[in-house]
């Protein structure tokens, strides 16, 4: 989401005629944050800190993201340094007035084309409706706003006339998608964009358990453009720290649409979020999260030790009753029991005759993009960033795959 957001600043910016520059030299600095976790937010008060140096009655300092929902004009009066303090998504009013303060600003627009880069991220949904008892996204990025569906589609033309050969739907939830004009939910979002002339992968994320609707399945399955990868975060295993996660759905729930996926399509990437630790995660608790990675066997599982986020419901009312030490074993358990399972998995690769989509160079200079089920590969051979290509997999890690373009 931040990334999208950083590129779409920087694509009206660009527009308005503005150009990239060092910090030593620019004129303009635009902090966009992330307060998703105590760390990413004292990071963005150590940047202000550090910008103290570069600031001058002539430079400006802009701050967007989602330390505005959180902090909003506090921070100002806090860092009296911060010129403009920019809701998410409302850039044209921020340029417009950046525009009013510093007439050198308006230089000889450059081209946007080639901004783009083979994948462009396009936001369907801002915010979120849902209310995770540990999760500060509602409170910083508000409740949930739709894109009309007549401007996602338009974006997307743009972004495929501009050079993107994949588009990657993005929001907190995508599956909680509606066109505020009535033309339908995900499924018949997916299916526009899918049809767009010159578009090769379509991908989305995150997805909700207790949103996804199997009509959504079904289109993916259906598909040679849609990727078949899912990013389900379950974030327990077990039904009752699910419960004081307000997480909405149940592990059986959980696991009936993970076999509804896996039955249209034997060969999706899934990928999870796991919290270890949660307050009131017994040993047993934690065990049935364990054997729920077992049973799965996710392609990837992001692992978080929890830790009170102040500010939200958890944080307030829960106590943090696991200890450290507990959470760390705990942690280190799934730890190693994902890299097993993504060992055995990942081989299961070689052999296999995958397409990808090829979206730059390596640091050794070799052509790497993804396959349709998430994971990157490397292409041994020339492939130009943007086309498809068949490889053969030769060599498989838990980060990678290797092959040689097949005959
Ligand atoms: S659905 Fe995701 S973004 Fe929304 S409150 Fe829950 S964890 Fe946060």
């Given at each position: 989401?931040?990334?999208?957001?950083?590129?779409?600043?920087?694509?009206?910016?660009?527009?308005?005629?503005?150009?990239?520059?060092?910090?030593?030299?620019?004129?303009?600095?635009?902090?966009?944050?992330?307060?998703?976790?105590?760390?990413?937010?004292?990071?963005v008060y150590s940047k202000l800190?550090?910008?103290?140096?570069?600031?001058?009655?002539?430079?400006?300092?802009?701050?967007?993201?989602?330390?505005?929902?959180?902090?909003?004009?506090?921070?100002?009066?806090?860092?009296?340094?911060?010129?403009?303090?920019?809701?998410?998504?409302?850039?044209?009013?921020?340029?417009?007035?950046?525009?009013?303060?510093?007439?050198?600003?308006?230089?000889?627009a450059l081209p946007q084309a080639g901004r783009t880069g083979v994948s462009h991220f396009v936001r369907i949904i801002q915010g979120c409706d849902h209310n995770c008892t540990f999760c500060i996204v509602p409170r910083v990025r508000g409740r949930e706003?739709?894109?009309?569906?007549?401007?996602v589609l338009a974006e997307c033309t743009e972004a495929i006339a501009?050079?993107?050969?994949?588009?990657?739907?993005?929001?907190?939830?995508?599956?909680?998608?509606?066109?505020?004009?009535?033309r339908g939910g995900m499924a018949a979002l997916?299916?526009?964009?899918e049809r767009l002339p010159g578009l090769k992968r379509l991908r989305f994320m995150t997805s909700h358990p207790q949103d996804l609707e199997p009509e959504l399945l079904e289109v993916m399955a259906a598909s040679n453009v849609v990727c078949r990868e899912l990013q389900l975060p379950v974030q327990s295993g077990d039904d009752l720290v699910l419960r004081r996660m307000a997480r909405g759905y149940q592990t059986?729930?959980?696991?009936?649409?993970?076999?509804?996926?896996?039955?249209?399509?034997?060969?999706?990437?899934?990928?999870?979020?796991?919290?270890?630790?949660?307050?009131?995660?017994?040993?047993?608790?934690?065990?049935?999260?364990?054997?729920?990675?077992?049973?799965?066997?996710?392609?990837?599982?992001?692992?978080a030790m929890y830790s009170p986020r102040p500010g939200t419901y958890a944080a307030a009312k829960m106590p943090d009753d696991v200890p450290d030490s507990e959470k760390l074993r705990r942690l280190n358990d799934l730890l190693a029991l994902?890299?097993?399972?993504?060992?055995?998995?990942?081989?299961?690769?070689?052999?296999?005759?995958?397409?990808?989509?090829?979206?730059?160079?390596d640091e050794l200079g070799r052509p790497y993009g993804r396959i349709r089920q998430g994971k990157r590969a490397v292409v041994l051979g020339h492939a130009e960033p943007g086309t498809l290509v068949d490889i053969r997999v030769i060599q498989a890690t838990a980060g990678q795959l290797m092959g040689a373009r097949a005959a």
């Open positions: 989401m931040n990334t999208a957001d950083s590129e779409s600043i920087a694509r009206k910016l660009l527009a308005a005629g503005y150009v990239e520059e060092s910090l030593e030299r620019a004129d303009i600095a635009i902090l966009n944050t992330c307060v998703v976790r105590q760390a990413s937010e004292e990071r800190h550090e910008l103290r140096q570069w600031k001058t009655a002539e430079r400006t300092i802009a701050v967007t993201g989602c330390i505005v929902g959180k902090e909003g004009e506090r921070l100002q009066a806090r860092f009296p340094l911060v010129d403009a303090v920019v809701p998410i998504g409302e850039y044209d009013s921020f340029i417009a007035g950046l525009q009013a303060r510093h007439d050198w600003s308006q230089g000889e706003r739709h894109v009309p569906m007549h401007e501009d050079g993107a050969r994949e588009i990657v739907l993005l929001g907190q939830n995508v599956d909680d998608y509606t066109d505020p004009g009535g997916v299916r526009e964009v059986r729930h959980y696991r009936a649409t993970i076999e509804r996926a896996r039955a249209l399509m034997p060969d999706i990437g899934l990928a999870t979020d796991v919290i270890v630790g949660f307050p009131g995660e017994t040993d047993e608790a934690f065990q049935n999260t364990r054997r729920l990675l077992e049973d799965i066997e996710f392609d990837v599982v992001h692992l994902q890299r097993e399972i993504a060992t055995r998995k990942t081989a299961r690769w070689i052999g296999r005759e995958v397409e990808v989509l090829v979206e730059g160079r």
